[in-house]
């Protein structure tokens, strides 16, 4: 019974606590990751949502309108188109006018 109390090959108090440390800071570590994951998803859906919003306002030709002159250059030949600007946010769709 002595000679078994008197072994040496179980872990010590220090590897004990050095191995729940390192647990310790492995799932902190992922924890932070699936964190920041989770904020870079939500921000790219919004910025999803935002273009694709403006996107459908362009092709539709809906929400805000503004007249505008255009020139085209040609060669030598300079026309002035008057056209339609749809969209926003950074989509935009224009549209010729057409006249009487």
Known sequence: MRKKLRDNRGETLVE???SILIAALSVALLFSSIMASANIDRSAR????TYYEALSQAEGRTGDSEPLEI??????????????????????????????
């Not at 919004?46 to 949502?49: F, K, L, N, Q, R």
């Open 16 to 18: 004990v606590l050095a």
């Open 46 to 49: 919004a910025s999803d949502e």
């Open 71 to 100: 020139t085209v250059k040609n060669g030598g030949v300079q026309t002035v188109l008057s056209v339609v600007r749809y969209g926003g946010k950074g989509a935009y769709s224009y549209a010729k006018e057409v006249g009487p």
